[in-house]
């Protein structure tokens, strides 16, 4: 009984893990520029950038809660309560790995002097303003 207890669980807990994706839902614009390219803001948006997961939070957490699940009550109880205890624990884990991977990131449209506008995400938001002077250089924006 034992064995199938702890089949179930590690079983339970490598499909939730399984489940895990990677999403980002914001489009990344990047010019692929090899020289010094000037120009002027036009817009900026202040993103969040969600972590993603690599899965091991749900793993983690599936045993985890596995564990405590099998604390509670006798039997089938007991069984039924490991495999909710590890589901959970699973999405739990999950969700706290993505929190740990959250940063800052900015999307920045900018009108090149030759008139065509590009946008650019970098991480590591600078202190920039609409009408700014920038230049760009390798993929990312310098204020002039």
């Given at each position: 009984?034992?064995?199938?207890?702890?089949?179930?669980?590690?079983?339970?807990?490598?499909?939730?893990?399984?489940?895990?994706?990677?999403?980002?839902?914001?489009?990344?614009?990047?010019?692929?520029?090899?020289?010094v390219q000037y120009?002027?803001?036009?817009?900026?948006?202040?993103?969040?950038?969600?972590?993603?997961?690599?899965?091991?939070?749900?793993?983690?957490?599936?045993?985890?809660?596995?564990?405590?699940?099998?604390?509670?009550?006798?039997?089938?109880?007991?069984?039924?309560?490991?495999?909710?205890?590890?589901?959970?624990?699973?999405?739990?884990?999950?969700?706290?790995?993505?929190?740990?991977?959250?940063?800052?990131?900015?999307?920045?449209?900018?009108?090149?002097?030759?008139?065509?506008?590009?946008?650019?995400?970098?991480?590591?938001?600078?202190?920039?303003?609409?009408?700014?002077?920038?230049?760009?250089?390798?993929?990312?924006?310098?204020?002039?």
């Open positions: 009984m034992k064995l199938l207890i702890t089949a179930a669980m590690v079983a339970s807990t490598l499909m939730l893990g399984a489940c895990a994706t990677r999403t980002d839902s914001r489009p990344v614009y990047v010019e692929n520029s090899e020289r120009g002027y803001i036009e817009d900026i948006a202040y993103l969040k950038n969600r972590g993603d997961s690599s899965g091991g939070g749900a793993i983690v957490g599936g045993i985890v809660g596995g564990v405590l699940g099998h604390q509670v009550g006798s039997g089938r109880g007991n069984t039924a309560a490991t495999i909710v205890g590890a589901a959970g624990g699973a999405i739990i884990g999950n969700e706290v790995e993505k929190n740990q991977n959250v940063g800052d990131r900015i999307e920045v449209k900018v009108r090149l002097d030759s008139g065509v506008r590009v946008f650019y995400t970098q991480e590591n938001p600078r202190d920039f303003r609409n009408g700014d002077r920038v230049r760009i250089e390798d993929g990312r924006v310098f204020r002039s």
